[in-house]
């Protein structure tokens, strides 16, 4: 029965900051959704990386070669000289041509659309069993492209609920996502998922948080054990 109070506890912090936040930001909007394979791609180039810097080398990966088939078959250092402004591009363009090859070896085609028939714990599996794609690549997938209910977490969103007291201080990055979709509601995990983004990015930053002018000081954990009264 604790367990159950605590549970119901944070996830009415959990709904108090998705309203704080949709007061403060307002309604967010994701960038134009791409299809799953483009969105998947995206999202492996977006990793240690801002967004700005995945959009060109994901623009210059497509300029470059005219499908994934001849991104999956061209010499690997054309495709690192493609997305080097990604970064970590020797890194990347072998994840992403042995990710295309793995999916043209077990589908026979490149097209995840296959996935829309699938429930979201089957989905986030299927994607999960290729090197270099974690919990929040494939939930980035899931959530944007596919309208499929999955709570991905970033650095930022790490921090930040750690700080609220939403998650406990110790949960690791990948125990943080099964945790906050219990957690926030499954209408409002676009919603939550940017602004929290917003907010770390912007406010609750990693060494010199702004918590004077925070729009969930009266909510935040952190705040309070500063002794901010």
């Avoid at 967004?51 to 994934?68: G, V």
Wanted: net charge positive; with cysteine; charged share 30%.
């Amino acid at each position: 029965m604790e367990d159950q109070t605590v549970d119901l506890e944070k996830k009415r912090l959990a709904k108090r900051i998705t309203q704080k936040l949709l007061r403060a930001y307002g309604e967010p909007r994701w960038r134009q959704p791409l299809p799953p394979l483009d969105e998947l791609i995206s999202t492996i180039l977006s990793q240690n990386t801002n967004d700005n810097n995945r959009d060109r080398a994901f623009d210059a990966l497509r300029q470059r070669f005219p499908t994934w088939e001849a991104v999956r078959d061209a010499p690997l250092p054309e495709v690192i000289e493609a997305i080097r402004p990604a970064g970590l591009a020797q890194q990347k363009a072998p994840r992403i041509q042995a990710v295309l090859r793995a999916i043209t070896e077990q589908r026979g085609r490149l097209d995840l659309d296959f996935l829309q028939e699938f429930d979201a714990a089957e989905a986030l599996r299927w994607l999960r069993q290729f090197k270099g794609v974690g919990p929040k690549t494939a939930a980035i997938v899931l959530l944007f492209s596919l309208n499929k209910p999955a709570f991905p977490v970033d650095t930022h969103i790490h921090r930040v609920t750690r700080r609220l007291g939403l998650i406990p201080r110790a949960a690791s990055a990948e125990q943080a996502h099964f945790l906050l979709a219990e957690l926030f509601e499954p209408s409002d995990y676009a919603s939550a998922h940017l602004n929290l983004i917003r907010l770390g990015r912007e406010i609750c930053q990693a060494r010199t948080p702004k918590c004077p002018i925070c729009p969930l000081q009266e909510e935040c954990a952190y705040y309070w054990r500063q002794d901010h009264r």
